[in-house]
C-alpha cells in the first residue's frame, strides 16, 4: 500500500512562491493518477489539480489556472505542485492524493471520492 508524504508547506506572502511535494514510500508513484486537494479550516476540501500517470494530462480548478503548476518525476517517485502568485486565501492545508483507476475523466478527477490513498497534508499560509 503506497503511503503518501507531502512537504515544502510553511509561510509565504502574497504574490510569491511555493513548491509542495508528495513523495510516496510503499509503492511506485507512477502506478497513480495523483491529485492535489486544499483544505482551509471550516471549508470542505476542494480540488487543485491532477495529472496522468505519465504526466502527460492535467486538470486545474479554474481559481489556479495560470498560478499552480502540477508536475511530476516519476524517477524520483515523487508529484510537486508549484504555486505562484500565492493569494491569502490559497491559505489551507493541502494534500497529495493517488488514484488507482485505470483512464482519464477530468470531471471525475474533481472528486475526492475518486482517490484511494491519501496524504497527511501540509499548511500553507500565505500573508498579506
Known amino acids: 500500500q503506497v503511503q503518501l508524504v507531502e512537504s515544502g508547506g510553511g509561510l509565504a506572502q502574497t504574490g510569491g512562491s511555493l513548491r509542495l511535494s508528495c513523495a510516496s514510500s510503499?509503492?511506485?508513484?507512477?502506478?497513480?493518477?495523483m491529485g492535489w486537494f486544499c483544505q482551509a479550516p471550516g471549508k470542505e476540501r476542494e480540488f487543485v489539480a491532477a495529472?496522468?500517470?505519465?504526466?502527460?494530462?492535467?486538470t486545474y480548478a479554474d481559481s489556479v489556472k495560470g498560478r499552480f503548476t502540477i508536475s511530476r518525476d516519476n524517477a524520483k517517485n515523487t508529484v510537486y505542485l508549484q504555486r505562484n502568485n500565492l493569494k491569502p486565501e490559497d491559505t489551507a492545508n493541502y494534500y497529495c492524493?493517488?488514484?488507482?483507476?485505470?483512464?482519464?475523466?477530468?470531471?471525475?478527477?474533481?472528486?475526492?471520492?475518486?482517490?484511494?490513498?491519501w496524504g497527511q497534508g501540509t499548511q500553507v499560509t500565505v500573508s498579506s
Open positions: 510503499g509503492g511506485t508513484l507512477n502506478s497513480y493518477t
Open positions: 492524493a493517488a488514484d488507482v483507476h485505470w483512464g482519464w475523466n477530468s470531471r471525475r478527477l474533481q472528486l475526492a471520492d475518486e482517490y484511494d490513498y
Open positions: 495529472i496522468s500517470r505519465s504526466g502527460g494530462s492535467t
